[in-house]
């Protein structure tokens, strides 16, 4: 990878502006390698770069993949109007580089919720074309049976939808839990098919994406951390 000056490497990483990070770089606050840089000019090998701002660790990265364990009441926009937003549960470099949820989770939904700033990536897993399969787990304001199931997975009619939508897969937990497998990622489609099968929904969570496991990834809700390439080839089914 082509050397860049140490500003624009602190720029594309998301600590501001140019100005701000000649700035940082100026004051003394940034090391790489663990040696002080003071010379905004000073070029390196981007790939792998390892340096501390503020004495805080970051290596760089070309694009970043997150993984959020999103908690209920918090909304999946950048500009939130009701409840706070899920970037401020992120560090602030991340709303710089314009990172942003890959798709959305209503704000009483909590569970998985990927995050990046690659557009190629956020696309492939968020298009309906891709067919990602996502599994939900929702909590039902009355209690069910197998008929539940069978009308899930037989399909039913959402308004605005010219055909009946069907679960890929439903499994009913207990009598107030129910396990619904979606692809297609519409509007408040787990909600409304159970609306549409007579039941409601009292919570909901999404537990998996692909083959990526929100139980395996030992994050507790508000948590995030970096999607590694074992997360990646999960995700997409490998």
Known sequence: MKKLSLDRILQSQGFGTRKGCRALIEDSEVTVGGEPVTKF?????????????FDEPWIYRQH????LNKPANYECSRKPSHHPGVHTLLPEQFTWREVQPVGRLDHDTTGLLLL????????????????????YVATLAEAADNTLVA????GVKLIDEPA??????????DTNHIEIVIAEGKYHQVKRMLAAA??????????EIGGLKLAELDLAEGE???????????????
Do not use: M
């Open 41 to 53: 000019k000073a070029e390196f090998d981007p790939e792998g770069l390892e340096f501390t701002v």
């Open 64 to 67: 970043v993949y997150l993984v």
């Open 116 to 135: 990046s700033d690659d557009g190629d990536f956020i696309h492939a897993q968020s298009h309906p074309k891709h067919h990602q399969p996502k599994v």
């Open 151 to 154: 009308q899930l997975l037989a």
């Open 164 to 173: 009946p939508i069907a679960a890929q897969r439903a499994v009913l937990l």
């Open 198 to 207: 007579g039941n409601h929904c009292a919570a909901l969570t999404r537990s």
């Open 224 to 238: 995030w951390r970096y999607l590694d390439e074992h997360d990646l080839a999960r995700l997409n089914g490998a």
